[in-house]
């Protein structure tokens, strides 16, 4: 027992650590924001949210922030990751409010499209429920069974539990989209810079990602497919 209790502590100290260490980092990023040093909380957030550890009131002061700084491109990254964590319907708002101001495309939204986003957002709750559903289906099948009963109804209700979970769990249902970062950027036929131009796209425009690579990314923007350069993409 002492000895699992040593190996226990000496796995789980870094980790424990680090957790503390983020969370001290975070109250003082809070602090220099309530005290309005902005660029300096901004600094210690974008270290924290580097880090993977991004909360959503965290991404709603990096969002603020950046606004106010004038980087509309950073506002709205920030304001996407808040939405796609809340689903919050003022920060979409928010996101077409700004994509408007700054006459930025890819930013067309329908309650289709914020269903989808809702989906997304509480998928695990999603999955967590369907498995509880589906564990309930399971034993009434083998008691139904046991009485006699067809089960073939209870086993077409697993599969469509487990083909909705399916879907839920590889997130298939949700476009993967990302925000054109830096300068104008021009979408190329194909993946060189020698290739003939199609269109070009404005700091801030979201596209559809198509497939990624680590030098070219194929895009959809402006109903048209092209390829470009993989670092002038933001990923959502």
């Not at 950027?185 to 131009?197: D, R």
Request: proline share 2%; hydrophobic share 45%; charged share 20%.
């Amino acid at each position: 027992m002492f000895f699992r209790i040593i190996i226990f502590t000496f796995f789980l100290s870094p980790f424990l650590c680090q957790s503390k260490d983020l969370e001290a980092q975070l109250n003082t990023a809070d602090s220099l924001f309530e005290k309005q040093k902005y660029t300096e909380a901004l600094s210690q957030y974008q270290d924290i949210f580097d880090q993977g550890q991004a909360s959503s009131a965290m991404l709603a002061k990096m969002a603020f922030i950046n606004e106010g700084l004038g980087n509309e491109v950073e506002a709205l990254y920030y304001l996407e990751q808040y939405y796609r964590t809340t689903s919050n319907r003022k920060a979409l708002e928010k996101i077409r409010e700004l994509a408007d101001e700054h006459q930025l495309s890819g930013y067309q939204f329908s309650d289709e499209a914020f269903f989808v986003d809702h989906l997304s957002t509480y998928r695990l709750e999603i999955i967590s429920g369907l498995l509880g559903l589906s564990a309930c289906l399971l034993i009434l099948m083998f008691l139904k069974s046991a009485r006699g009963y067809k089960s073939i109804p209870w086993i077409m209700g697993q599969v469509i539990f487990a083909g909705f979970a399916f879907v839920l769990i590889n997130n298939t249902f949700k476009t993967r989209e990302a925000i054109i970062s830096d300068g104008v950027t021009t979408i190329m036929e194909g993946p060189s810079s020698a290739s003939s131009a199609i269109v070009s796209t404005k700091p801030g425009d979201k596209v559809k990602l198509v497939q990624d690579d680590e030098l070219w990314t194929l895009i959809e923007a402006e109903n048209e497919r092209g390829f470009v350069r993989s670092n002038k993409l933001l990923p959502l």
